[in-house]
C-alpha cells in the first residue's frame, strides 16, 4: 500500500481533534449542566477511540507505512505525523483500554457532588489524544510537545481528588519525576538531529560510536516513564492517588509509551552496543523480581497494582533485551521470540492490568477503604467485580488459558533456544529462565494474597460489611477486558500472528513466530487443555458436593473457629501474616520498619504491631538528591527580589549569553 495516497494518519487526526473538541465542550457545558457534560466528554472518547481503533487494526493487519507533513512555524522540521506497524500495535490497546475507562468513569464518579465533571473530561480526552499523538508523531518537537501535553493531562488527573490527604504530595513526585526524564529526552533529540539539521524522524543519524550513548539516554528518559527500577518512583504515588479509571489508563497504556520509545529509539538508530542489551536484560530482571516483593508488602491495593506494574514492565524489558541479544548475536529466532513475548505482553497488560485497576476501583468505591486489612468478604457481596477481579488476578500470574501466560511462554520459548546455543547468549536466556520463574512464583502469591484477603473470609471491618455491588456500566467494561484476557490466551497464535510486522520493524527479519514451529500448536493445546482441566474440576466438585449434600439439610455457620466459642473477623489471616515468610526472606532487600509490643505476663492487657515498607530507591537514592537539590536552590532565593525590573534584567542576561554562544559557534 502506497504511503502518500494513505487516509490513516487523516483518521487518527480526525479522532485527535474529536477528543479535543469534545473535552472541551465538556468543560464548557459543566458549568450548568452535569448530565450535559458527562454526555459529551464520554461520547466524544467513545467515538474517537472507535476511530482510531479501527485506523490502528486496519493499519496493522495491512502493514501499513504512511508519513503525513504539513508546514507549521516550529523550528527543525514540519509537523508530521504517520502510523506503521510498531505504531499502530501500541494504538491498539491504547484506544480499546482508554474507551472501556471512559465508560466506567460514568458509573465510577456518579454522584459528582455539585462538582464541574468538565473539568475531569477535558483532561482524561487531552490525555488519550496525547498518548495517541506520541505515537505517530514523527518529528522530535512534536513528539516532546505531545509528550508534555500527555504528562501534563496525567497530572491534572492524579490531583483530581486534591482534597485527599497525600495526593498533591504524589501529583508533585509524578511531576518533577516526569520532566527530570524529559531533559534526558531534550539531550537525545538534539543529538540525534544535530547531524541531519532536522528534527524529522527520517532525517535522524547517530554520530559514529555514539549509539551506545544515545540509547542509555533513551533508557533512562523513557524508562523513568515506563516504571523501570530504579526510576519508578512516581508511580506507586501517582496510581494509588488517581481515580480509578485513570488509573487503569495509566498504568495499562500511559507507561507503555516509555516501552515504545525504547523501542523506537532501536529502529531509529539501528543498532546498539551488546552491553545495551544486557542492560536492559539487567534492568528488567530487577524491576521484575523488586516489583513483586514489593507488591507483597503492600496493604494498599491499588499500591500493590502500582508495584505489580513495575514488575511486568520488568517482564516486557526481559523479553526486549533477550531480542536485543539475539539481534547482536545474530541468532534470529531468539531475537523474534524475545521481541514477539515483550511486544504481546505490552498487550496483555494493559488487558488485565486495566481490569484490576477497574476492580480495585470498584472494591474502593463500594467499601470507601483501599487497606486489605479492612476488607474481606466481598465475594458475597460483590460476586461480578470479584468474578472479573479474579479473571485477573490469574491472568497477572500467568495461568493457562488467560493471556499472561502467551506473553511468557514466547519468551520462555527464546531463552530455552538460547541454552541450546554456545555463547553469551546462553547466559543471557539462563538469566531470563531464573527471573521470569522467580518472578511467576512470587506474583501467585501476591495475588493470592489479594484477592484471598480481600474477597473472601468475613468481613474486617464495618466498611466491607456493607459494601454494595458495582454499577453496571461498571461491571460492563471489567467484564469485556476479561473476556478480551481469555480471548487473546486462547488464540493466542492469531494474536501473534497480527502483530509480526511489528516484531519484523524490530529484530530486522522477517522470521515467523506463529506460522511454524512450537507456537503454532503449543498454544491451543496448552491452553485449551487448560481450560478443559478447569472445568472438568469445577464439575466434579460440584457432582461431588450435589452427591454428598442430597438428602442432607444443608445450612450456613460459621467457618470452624478452633475451638474459640465466639469467633471474631480478626481471628483471620491477615494480609500481611500471609505474606510475612516471603517477605521476611526478603527483609535485606526489603528492609521493612518493625515496631511492635508483643503480649506479656499471664493475662496480657495490649499488644500492638506495626510494619512499613518504604520504598528503597526513594529512601536511599531520589530523596537525599531531591533535598540537596532543594538546599541548593535555597540558596538562591537572594534572587527573588519581587521586583519586576530585576526580573527583566535576568531575562536580558541570559538573552545575550545566548546570542554570544550562537555566535561562537
Not at 494513505?6 to 479535543?20: Q, R
Amino acid at each position: 500500500m502506497s504511503a502518500e495516497p494513505s487516509i490513516f494518519p487523516f483518521v487518527l487526526l480526525g479522532a485527535l481533534g474529536l477528543l479535543l473538541a469534545s473535552g472541551v465542550a465538556s468543560a464548557w457545558s459543566g458549568r450548568w449542566s452535569e448530565r450535559t457534560s458527562v454526555l459529551l466528554g464520554v461520547s466524544g472518547a467513545l467515538a474517537a477511540c472507535l476511530a482510531g481503533l479501527g485506523a490502528a487494526l486496519a493499519a496493522l493487519l495491512f502493514r501499513v507505512d504512511a508519513v503525513r507533513s504539513f508546514p507549521w512555524s516550529m523550528p527543525y522540521g514540519a509537523f508530521s505525523v504517520g502510523i506503521d506497524p510498531l505504531s499502530a500495535f501500541f494504538l491498539i490497546p491504547t484506544f480499546l483500554l482508554s474507551g472501556l475507562a471512559a465508560i466506567y468513569a460514568v458509573g465510577y464518579f456518579r454522584p459528582w457532588h455539585g462538582r464541574n465533571p468538565g473539568r475531569f473530561w477535558l483532561f482524561y480526552n487531552a490525555l488519550i489524544a496525547s498518548l495517541a499523538l506520541v505515537l505517530i508523531a514523527r518529528n522530535g518537537v512534536l513528539f516532546l510537545v505531545a509528550w508534555e501535553a500527555m504528562s501534563l493531562a496525567s497530572f491534572f488527573l492524579v490531583i483530581h481528588d486534591d482534597e485527599a490527604d497525600g495526593v498533591r504530595d504524589a501529583g508533585w513526585t509524578y511531576l518533577v519525576a516526569t520532566h527530570v526524564g524529559t531533559a534526558f529526552l531534550l539531550a537525545l533529540f538534539i543529538l540525534l538531529g544535530r547531524h541531519g539539521g532536522s528534527q524529522d524522524f527520517a532525517a535522524f543519524a547517530a554520530p559514529a560510536g555514539s549509539a551506545g550513548l544515545l540509547f542509555l539516554l533513551a533508557l533512562i528518559g523513557f524508562g523513568t516513564k515506563a516504571g523501570l527500577f530504579p526510576f519508578h518512583v512516581w508511580l506507586p504515588e501517582a496510581h494509588p492517588a488517581a481515580p480509578s479509571p485513570v488509573s487503569a489508563v495509566m498504568s495499562g497504556v500511559m507507561i507503555k509509551t516509555g516501552i515504545y520509545g525504547i523501542v523506537r529509539t532501536l529502529v531509529l538508530l539501528g543498532g546498539v552496543p551488546v552491553w545495551c542489551a544486557w542492560l536492559v536484560l539487567g534492568l528488567g530482571a530487577v524491576s521484575g523480581v523488586l516489583g513483586v516483593l514489593f507488591a507483597l508488602a503492600q496493604r494498599d491495593l491499588k499500591r500493590l497494582l502500582a508495584y505489580s506494574s513495575v514488575e511486568n514492565v520488568g517482564i516486557i524489558a526481559l523479553g526486549i533485551g533477550l531480542g536485543m541479544l539475539g539481534t547482536v548475536y545474530g541468532v534470529p529466532a531468539v531475537a523474534a521470540l524475545g521481541f514477539a513475548g515483550g511486544l504481546l505482553h505490552v498487550l496483555n497488560h494493559a488487558m488485565f492490568k486495566g481490569l484490576l485497576f477497574l476492580g480495585a476501583g470498584s472494591v474502593v468505591h463500594a467499601a470507601g477503604t483501599r487497606n486489605v486489612e479492612r476488607l474481606g468478604g466481598l465475594f458475597t457481596r460483590m460476586p461480578w467485580t470479584g468474578t472479573a477481579f479474579l479473571a485477573g488476578s490469574i491472568a497477572i500470574c500467568g495461568l493457562p488459558p488467560f493471556n499472561g501466560f502467551a506473553g511468557e511462554f514466547l519468551i520462555y520459548l527464546g531463552s530455552f533456544k538460547t541454552l541450546l546455543t554456545a555463547g553469551p547468549v546462553a547466559l543471557g536466556g539462563l538469566v531470563v529462565v531464573v527471573a521470569l520463574a522467580l518472578i511467576g512464583g512470587l506474583a501467585a502469591a501476591c495475588f493470592t494474597r489479594a484477592f484471598g484477603i480481600a474477597f473472601l473470609g468475613e468481613p474486617r471491618s464495618a466498611d466491607a460489611e456493607h459494601a454494595h455491588e458495582a454499577d453496571v456500566s461498571m461491571r460492563g467494561p471489567m467484564f469485556a477486558l476479561a473476556a478480551m484476557c481469555l480471548a487473546i490466551g486462547l488464540g493466542a497464535s492469531a494474536a501473534v500472528r497480527i502483530m509480526e510486522p511489528a516484531v519484523a520493524m524490530l529484530s530486522g527479519s522477517a522470521v515467523a513466530v506463529s506460522g511454524s514451529g512450537p507456537t503454532q500448536w503449543l498454544f491451543p493445546i496448552a491452553c485449551g487443555a487448560a481450560l478443559l482441566l478447569l472445568l472438568a474440576w469445577v464439575g466434579a466438585l460440584a457432582f461431588l458436593r450435589r452427591r454428598l449434600l442430597a438428602g442432607r439439610s444443608v445450612r450456613t455457620a460459621v467457618t470452624w473457629d478452633c475451638g474459640y466459642a465466639v469467633p471474631a473477623p480478626s481471628m483471620q489471616y491477615t494480609a500481611t501474616g500471609f505474606a510475612q515468610p516471603l517477605t521476611h526472606g526478603a527483609a535485606a532487600i526489603l528492609r521493612p520498619q518493625v515496631a511492635s509490643h508483643p503480649p506479656g505476663g499471664i493475662f496480657p492487657v495490649a499488644a500492638s504491631f506495626r510494619s512499613e515498607t518504604p520504598d528503597v530507591a526513594r529512601e536511599r537514592l531520589f530523596d537525599p538528591l531531591f533535598r540537596g537539590a532543594a538546599n541548593l536552590l535555597g540558596r538562591l532565593r537572594w534572587l527573588q527580589q519581587g521586583r519586576v525590573h530585576w526580573y527583566v534584567l535576568y531575562i536580558v542576561v541570559v538573552l545575550v549569553g545566548l546570542l554570544a554562544w550562537a555566535l561562537r559557534s
